[in-house]
């Protein structure tokens, strides 16, 4: 469980259990939400009606989201436990390319209600149709790719690393975890990291000397003018990096970039989520990828529901037509 220190409200932990009582307000919050007309996620009025209903989270979790959004620590990652589903609720797992979720069910409505109070959910038009509510899910035909619908190991990533206006936070709600149970996101976070590199390295990483490429889940996407790998304060910088599309334009950049992705490597941790379980990252200190599995295409598939948050819609607004949260 997640530790809040009472006078000052900081986080002290990175994991929250709910109780019987609060999975049970959490499920009646979202049933109510479930019948909500239109009764469809991507629906303007509909998302007006959960922003609202955001505020109606069970206290300590609402009280949790807040620490992490405040300070995400020194994982820059949240495990909530006990969310009010489980596998018997579920239907098959999708296997079909470009798979979102349109209507609304409880797992979804769970996942827009968390993100919405971390900030506001958003979408890119150019992935997945741009759907609030996206599936991550094993597709035949795709198992050896470096995406979201493949099941060999991912190279660790921030989520869109190309865009101007990534997600500041990613939150991946398990539906259902592979047939083992032990498929895991992998995690590894730069304040854990930093400490490790030489100063040498810290300036090559902080210069424009890598580009970025969109990857697969993105239909159009222009790679990125030269860029740094770490942004920010030289204490607690952020880091932009995918070590899949992330290419040096220098010999001494990519030997820099070698080593930071061992000690990124060295430093990471496997998060494996159950049925009802969500972890959310902070994106801007977080790279996360994911361990092997195999997929059987037998509807028990490792499932899981992804969001994406920012903390500002105001900063993208220019990016979204009709004040729409889905970004051009």
Same mark, same amino acid.
């Given at each position: 469980m997640t530790k809040l220190d009472q006078s000052t409200g900081a986080a002290q932990g990175? &994991?929250?259990?709910?109780?019987d009582d609060e999975r049970a307000a959490l499920r009646e919050l979202a049933e109510e939400l479930v019948a909500a007309p239109p009764a469809l996620l991507d629906d303007l009025t509909w998302v007006a009606q959960a922003r609202r209903a955001s505020c109606r989270l069970p206290l300590r979790l609402?009280?949790?989201? %807040? &620490?992490f959004r405040d300070d995400a620590g020194p994982t820059g990652s949240l495990i909530l436990r006990g969310l009010p589903f489980g596998e018997d609720d579920l239907p098959d797992t999708p296997t079909v390319r470009e798979s979102v979720e349109r209507a609304t069910t409880v797992p979804a409505v769970v996942a827009v209600l968390i993100g919405l109070h971390l900030g506001e959910v958003i979408a890119y038009r150019n992935e997945k149709t741009g759907a609030l509510v996206q599936n991550v899910v094993p597709v035949p035909?795709? @198992?050896?790719?470096?995406?979201?619908?493949?099941?060999? !190991?991912?190279?660790?990533h921030v989520e869109n690393a190309f865009h101007p206006q990534r997600p500041d936070y990613v939150g991946l709600l398990c539906l259902r975890n592979d047939h083992a149970k032990r498929a895991g996101t992998l995690v590894t976070c730069i304040r854990q990291a930093? !400490?490790?590199? @030489? @100063?040498?390295?810290?300036?090559?990483? %902080?210069?424009?000397?890598?580009?970025? &490429? !969109?990857?697969?889940?993105? /239909? /159009?996407? #222009?790679?990125?003018? !030269? /860029?740094?790998v770490l942004v920010g304060s030289p204490e607690d910088p952020n880091i932009?990096? #995918?070590?899949? &599309?992330?290419?040096?334009? #220098? #010999? @001494?950049?990519r030997e820099v970039m070698a080593r930071l992705k061992q000690v990124l490597t060295d430093v990471s941790t496997a998060l494996v989520l159950q049925s009802g379980s969500m972890a959310i990252i902070d994106n801007r200190l977080v790279l996360h990828g994911r361990t092997e599995f195999t997929p059987r295409f037998d509807g028990r598939d490792r499932w899981l529901h992804r969001v994406y948050v920012h903390l500002d819609n105001r900063r993208t607004r220019v990016h979204r037509q009709d004040a729409r949260p889905v970004l051009n």
């Open positions: 990175l &994991a929250l259990e709910l109780t609402r009280q949790t989201l %807040r &620490a035909g795709l @198992e050896g790719t470096q995406s979201n619908a493949g099941s060999v !190991p991912l190279e660790f930093l !400490p490790l590199l @030489e @100063e040498t390295d810290r300036k090559v990483l %902080r210069e424009p000397r890598f580009i970025t &490429a !969109p990857p697969p889940s993105f /239909h /159009h996407g #222009d790679r990125t003018m !030269p /860029h740094a932009c990096l #995918d070590l899949n &599309a992330t290419t040096a334009l #220098d #010999d @001494e950049a």
